[in-house]
């Protein structure tokens, strides 16, 4: 144990003990230069100036522009100006490509050589008939007809009025799909709700005069139709309205497109009034 601590208080005297380090003059042998220092001190002064040098150098590379030219240390400033200085070029090259497009149609019209990009000119077009190949449907449009009439051919129904004389009105059903909610004013139920896919059109029950159209919180976008003798149609729960206020809209017409399971507004809630009064669609429209 004694020998332990003999060996550490040696270590410590030895690198505590001060040497002296002297510049001698050879001919008259006088002391010119004279240092004491011992090893303890002389590694903290070796490790003070080692920090202080990469500190300067760390600092140096920072705040000049000597950064840029080391490997790997790329500005975010200079990647972002060269970005934008790209996508202004390509800006710059399509523009100049449209204007060159441009320049050359005008120049072709001016030299009269431009080609005519319809199939018949405007003259001939006057003289048109039915049986021209231009006007004839095509087998898409037709089948697309064919499939539209025998979808709605059902759709108008011609029923006598409850409420009122022998005169007759002419509806259109708003909509074709199956009846989930029926007509129950007890239960302040004073419409039905029609079931269908998303996607399909609304359309206007009698020919009338659009008076509001907006959106609700309780039943999502609505409209209504003012309609002649006393009917008002009301149509809850759409999704995207094709008509605004004040536009006159004839039987049959569309006005709103059926929204999506998402925003749900799958099924429309339909509502017929007549002089203020809610009557039961079903004895006025075929479903």
């Avoid at 060996?7 to 240092?35: A, C």
């Avoid at 990469?54 to 240390?73: E, K, W």
């Avoid at 149509?235 to 094709?242: E, F, N, P, S, V």
């Avoid at 709103?256 to 429209?285: H, M, Q, R």
Wanted: hydrophobic share 40%.
């Amino acid at each position: 144990m004694s020998k332990k601590k003999k060996g550490k208080h040696s270590f410590w005297k030895r690198i505590r003990f001060n040497y002296r380090v002297s510049i001698i003059n050879e001919n008259t042998l006088q002391e010119i230069w004279k240092i004491r220092a011992s090893i303890f001190s002389g590694a903290i002064l070796f490790i003070t100036i080692a920090s202080l040098l990469v500190t300067f150098t760390a600092f140096f590379i920072i705040v000049t522009p000597i950064r840029y030219y080391l490997p790997g240390y790329l500005d975010s400033e200079v990647r972002e100006t060269a970005l934008r200085s790209n996508i202004v070029a390509d800006s710059l090259e399509r523009r100049m490509n449209s204007y060159d497009i441009y320049a050359s149609n005008v120049r072709m019209i001016l030299d009269g050589t431009m080609k005519a990009d319809s199939v018949k000119t405007v003259t001939d077009s006057l003289n048109l008939s039915a049986d021209d190949p231009a006007l004839q449907k095509s087998d898409v449009e037709q089948d697309f007809v064919q499939q539209y009439g025998e979808n709605e051919k059902y759709n108008l129904s011609v029923l006598p009025t409850a409420n009122t004389s022998s005169e007759a009105f002419i509806f259109f059903a708003p909509l074709s799909g199956a009846i989930i909610e029926k007509f129950n004013p007890k239960i302040d139920h004073y419409g039905i709700a029609l079931q269908a896919n998303a996607g399909k059109t609304i359309s206007a029950v009698m020919e009338g005069t659009i008076i509001y159209e907006g959106y609700e919180l309780n039943v999502g976008n609505i409209i209504q139709i003012q309609h002649k003798n006393g009917f008002l149609s009301i149509y809850k729960h759409c999704g995207m309205l094709q008509k605004k206020i004040g536009d006159s809209v004839k039987t049959g017409e569309a006005i709103a497109t059926l929204g999506t399971k998402d925003d749900k507004s799958d099924k429309l809630y339909f509502e017929l009034w007549y002089n203020g009064v809610a009557v039961n669609p079903e004895t006025y429209i075929t479903f």
